[in-house]
């Protein structure tokens, strides 16, 4: 059974880099005896000889570069674990996931999160867009912090609402619903025509806000695919005012006012009660 060692391979490593037994033992702060030996016990495990002696300067030899390569894969995710291990000890998360409302303006966010990834470079950190479905991630532990509007159930989360936007219905300034009786301008004469909702990111959900059951309804995953499918005429439906301030006001969409003043729609941060947050989640949550 071969037997080889971390330290073997480190000593080996450093006797390439430094060229010299004395400056690899410098190197790794051993003494010269130590790292020789521990280079002479790795080529009595691997069988074959690592090092040529026979000169005045020690020489890495043909196989002992081919073992270098592969030892080095090993080296990385070693040194890898140890700093991982670090992190899970000092409370810092190896990962975070976080999932933020589809009508969530992210300008808001962008500049927490580089600053995060500034303070935690080790940090992998997830964003996923979401529409109807912050809460059920949180439950479902799909997800560390979600970022979502109009909490339903305060019992199961930690929150705190960190801001709010308006919603508007709106229609292209073309569409045949501005073109019927002003008598007919009404939620039924709307229904008559497609009204463009955004599905739940989970599959399986069933969730609608603001929906009319009668109409048509066309589903998409996004809001940007929303409004571009509303601003060509293909339908109706509700979306946040930033999106879509500067059509309103160059006339491309018509706020159906007389119907439905704004909406304001709630959003909050938050997480589920006995998740406790880790180093790098819970400077987010400070940052707002």
Known sequence: MIWITIEQIKCLQALEKAGSFTKAASELAKAKSAVIYSINNLEEQVGFELVDRSSYRPQITTKGQEFLIEASKLTKQYDELIHKTQQISSNVETRLSISVSGIYGLEKLYPII?????????????????????????????????????????????????????????????????????NQQNFKGLAQFPQIIQRSTIPDDTTNIGVIEDSLKWRVTDTPSKKEIILNGFGWGRLPYPLIEKDLKAGRLVHLKHLESKVPVTFCL???????????AQYIWDSF
């Open 270 to 280: 938050g997480h589920k009660k006995e998740h406790h947050l880790g180093e790098v």
């Open 114 to 182: 580089k600053k995060a990834m500034a303070r935690y470079p080790s940090t992998e950190i997830i964003l996923e867009r979401e529409i109807l479905s912050g809460e059920k991630m949180l439950l479902n532990d799909r997800v560390d912090l979600a970022i979502f509007e109009d909490l339903s159930s305060i019992k199961n989360f930690d929150y705190k609402i960190i801001g709010k936007v308006d919603m508007y219905l709106v229609v292209a300034k073309d569409h045949p619903f501005l073109d019927l009786p002003k």
